[in-house]
């Protein structure tokens, strides 16, 4: 069984620009959730789609936004990217709730905003 | 809120064992624990679930004391390949609803590095 994948693995950005980012989860797997790593602030949660509703958010501004497609592949998108947008995003999916589930993560993307 | 994990690193010689812990300030639902080797992403080690249950494939014990918020992940004879930075997730009762429901939070990570 395939794993979780992201597109691309690597993406430089300047400042000012938007960025999409896009995740294929494990097949059979509707929840996909987003996380942005970095060396200060560890693992942050971005947002939980599941078929193609958004579940659940967290505290990153309105620049920061998702979406999920009816084969679960979900994408995420950030417009008026700054420097404090550099890091390392990853997308994991689960069977079910993340709560109480297993998350499968991708290999990520790096993100660089110069 | 984000769990509190300690220590923030250990090193340890191969053999050896740590204890790693995970405290939160609210009610928690589960906790999740993860390594993350550098430069890979982050692989599933266990989740403990309010009541007793535990879901786990590896070879590591943990524990969940649900009165005080805290789970410890237990790493004994330890082994090179159990090197890496260690995550630690929890997510509050169903209950909490609001904007709280099934998110996950992950604590700042503790490294873990062994050595021959």
């Known amino acids: 069984k395939a794993g979780v994948t992201q597109t691309p693995r690597y993406l430089i950005k300047t400042r000012g620009q938007q960025v999409t980012l896009s995740c294929s989860p494990i097949?059979?797997?509707?929840?996909v959730s987003w996380y942005q790593q970095t060396p200060g602030q560890g693992l942050q949660f971005l947002f939980e789609?599941?078929?193609?509703?958004?579940?659940n958010k967290g505290n990153f501004p309105g620049r920061f936004s998702g979406r999920q497609f009816s084969n679960s592949r979900s994408e995420m998108n950030v417009s008026t990217l700054e420097l404090g947008d550099s890091a390392l995003y990853l997308c994991?999916?689960?069977?079910?709730?993340?709560?109480?589930?297993?998350?499968?993560f991708g290999p990520g993307t790096r993100l660089t905003v110069l | 809120q984000q769990p509190v994990q300690s220590p923030q690193a250990v090193i340890l010689r191969e053999g050896e064992d740590a204890v790693i812990n995970c405290s939160s300030s609210?009610?928690?639902?589960?906790v999740h624990w993860y390594r993350q080797k550098h430069g890979e992403a982050p692989v599933f080690l266990m989740i403990?679930?309010?009541?007793?249950e535990q879901k786990g494939h590896e070879k590591i014990s943990a524990s969940f004391n649900e009165k005080k918020q805290q789970s410890s992940l237990y790493l004994t004879a330890s082994q090179l390949s159990y090197s890496g930075t260690y995550f630690c997730?929890?997510?509050?009762?169903?209950?909490?609803?609001?904007?709280?429901?099934?998110?996950?939070?992950f604590g700042q990570g503790t490294i873990l590095t062994v050595h021959p």
């Open positions: 403990l679930l309010k009541g007793g």
């Open positions: 789609y599941f078929s193609e509703t958004q579940r």
């Open positions: 997730g929890t997510a509050p009762p169903l209950s909490a609803g609001g904007t709280s429901y099934g998110k996950l939070t």
């Open positions: 097949s059979g797997h509707r929840s």
């Open positions: 994991a999916s689960s069977l079910g709730l993340p709560l109480n589930n297993e998350q499968f």
């Open positions: 609210k009610a928690l639902y589960s």
